[in-house]
């Protein structure tokens, strides 16, 4: 299965801070996705990449902003957080070419915002 | 109206019984996505499908593009099965996805 971690996989921060979120591959998958899941909402999708430096917004983009610097590497940064935005977060990756599973999501990162 | 719609929304049984989820779509597809989570778990993707039927063990998933109409069935259920199912479609050139709102499965030994 392609790697992909996530990291940190908890933080706790406080209300106004800036928080960056990781997430890493280990194979050259050109999509990534993050994704934020909370109750009665399912799955978000917040922002994405199809390449270096090739990002894009997504439903709920307000208040993060993205970064793709080298393939492998897809951070997502809170610039200000605030208490909706504790969640659970998701990072994905399309897996090109492929004719059976389609997305990898890594383990989640959860975020509290006090 | 949902553009993915799953029913039902929960659904408890008991160990070993056959059980059927649905998945409806209302948008013109490139592939349609079956994936698990289990509670406090992370994501698993189960299948994707852009036409037929695919098997990986007691799952089964079958699509029907003229109806746009998904099946997941497993077979000979059993408690470790207890987790949300989650119907998904992608559609364009970014694979962005269209997520259903999952259905809560229980099965009870």
């Known amino acids: 299965d392609a790697g992909i971690t996530q990291s940190p996989r908890h933080k706790v921060t406080e209300t106004g801070t800036p928080v960056t979120l990781r997430c890493h591959q280990t194979?050259?998958?050109?999509?990534m996705y993050w994704y934020r899941q909370d109750p009665g909402h399912g799955l978000r999708l917040i922002h994405y990449?199809?390449?270096?430096?090739?990002?894009d917004k997504g439903e709920v983009s307000d208040g993060y902003s993205v970064s793709r610097s080298k393939t492998e590497d897809f951070l997502l940064t809170l610039e200000s957080a605030t208490s909706s935005q504790t969640s659970v977060y998701f990072c994905a990756i399309r897996r090109s070419g492929d004719s059976g599973h389609g997305y990898t999501f890594g383990s989640g990162t959860r975020l509290t915002v006090v | 109206k949902n553009e993915v719609e799953q029913s039902p929304q929960n659904l408890t049984a008991q160990e070993g019984e056959f059980i059927t989820i649905n998945c409806s779509y209302s948008?013109?597809?490139?592939?349609l996505h079956w994936l698990q989570q289990h509670p406090g778990g992370g994501i698993v993707s189960l299948f994707m499908?852009?036409?037929?039927?695919k098997k990986h063990g007691r799952l089964i998933a079958t699509i029907n593009i003229q109806e746009k109409h998904s099946s997941l069935h497993i077979t000979a259920s059993h408690p470790r099965d207890s987790a949300v199912y989650i119907c998904?479609?992608?559609?364009?050139?970014?694979?962005?996805?269209?997520w259903g709102a999952g259905t809560k499965l229980i099965i009870k030994p």
């Open positions: 948008v013109g597809i490139s592939a």
């Open positions: 998904a479609v992608s559609m364009d050139s970014n694979y962005q996805l269209i």
């Open positions: 499908l852009s036409s037929g039927k």
């Open positions: 194979e050259n998958h050109r999509y």
């Open positions: 990449s199809y390449g270096v430096k090739d990002t």
